[in-house]
């Protein structure tokens, strides 16, 4: 959780500068599904400081934007990673049937959503946090 507010205020000087009329300067910040919704597993700390990073979005959206910058979150469900290896060994068959577009997320999933929010198609919003997760946060 500190670790994008230290990161966006030691870069905040970067940030002012590479900003122009029209073309704001891009923070991104990642949550997490978890954030948004009760997770199925008692991951108490996870979920609430993905919550908490969605807020920080938020918060430093309303803040900064007079600066000419803006900050967004994406909110991840299921992705191959280290992180959810032993999840999905263990219940990726079950993870996949309950999301609607039925498959885990791929790496060209999160770039495309990282790639909006950093180009000019993305430069006028600010505090949203979008989930990229097939659908599962629509189900619960």
Avoid: W
Avoid at 17 to 25: L, N, S, V
Avoid at 37 to 44: D, E, F, G, R
Avoid at 103 to 117: F, H, P, Q, S, T
């Amino acid at each position: 959780m500190k670790a994008p507010f230290f990161l966006t205020r030691a870069l905040l000087p970067l940030l002012t500068a590479a900003q122009t009329p029209g073309d704001p300067a891009r923070v991104i910040n990642i949550g997490s599904i978890d954030g948004i919704q009760v997770p199925a597993l008692n991951t108490y700390s996870y979920s609430s400081s993905k919550a908490a990073v969605h807020h920080l979005t938020r918060v430093l959206a309303k803040e900064l934007a007079p600066q000419g910058i803006t900050v967004n979150a994406v909110a991840p469900g299921p992705f191959e990673s280290k992180m959810m290896a032993e999840t999905l060994r263990n219940f990726g068959d079950a993870i996949v049937q309950s999301c609607p577009l039925g498959r885990i997320g791929e790496a060209d999933d999160m770039a495309g959503v990282a790639i909006y929010l950093a180009s000019r198609a993305g430069a006028y919003l600010t505090g949203t946090v979008i989930p990229v997760d097939g659908g599962i946060s629509t189900t619960k």
